[in-house]
């Protein structure tokens, strides 16, 4: 087995936390608990809150002891497997590879938050009418498109085409 992250890979995920750390730290500056702003009425406003459970505001109700140290602990396991996973992707599997570090960027970003706070701050609040999607912020978006891509990689989309003759 032959672990390998090429440099420009570890990028996105630093990019991604970055980015994702920015955009948080302006949310908390400008607005308080349960404050924001509607950006396009009847379907997307930013409102500050916080997930203090898991993804999707599983257990964010739930209090049981350590639960933040508990929650860190699993998501630091989950990155040490994301990125040993993809340090031993093939090289010809380029959108798995892209996805992973997508989603080890979000995930990241997300640990930090838990880490600093006890709990995420989320802002993206999508809705129709009285139903709220979950609300996410650019970490959770980098997960789902690096979902994406690793989807994409699953049904032959973007790797190298082999002619194999029988």
Do not use: C
């Not at 994409?152 to 989309?157: H, M, S, Y």
């Amino acid at each position: 087995m032959s672990l390998r992250i090429p440099s420009h890979e570890i990028w996105i995920a630093l990019v991604i936390v970055v980015l994702d750390q920015i955009v948080k730290a302006m949310v908390v500056s400008a607005f308080a608990l349960h404050e924001g702003m509607t950006v396009i009425a009847g379907f997307f406003d930013l409102t500050r809150v916080h997930n203090a459970g898991a993804a999707f505001g599983m257990m964010n109700t739930m209090d049981f002891p350590f639960k933040t140290v508990i929650l860190a602990l699993i998501a630091t396991a989950a990155l040490g497997g994301l990125t040993l996973y993809a340090a031993t992707l093939p090289a010809d599997q380029r959108l798995a590879r892209f996805g992973l570090w997508f989603i080890i960027g979000g995930a990241a970003g997300n640990l930090i938050d838990r880490i600093r706070f006890g709990y995420v701050v989320d802002f993206v609040d999508l809705y129709w009418r009285d139903w709220h999607f979950w609300a996410f912020n650019v970490a959770d978006a980098a997960i789902t498109f690096g979902v994406a891509l690793m989807i994409l990689d699953l049904l032959g989309i973007g790797r190298d085409r082999v002619s194999r003759a029988v």
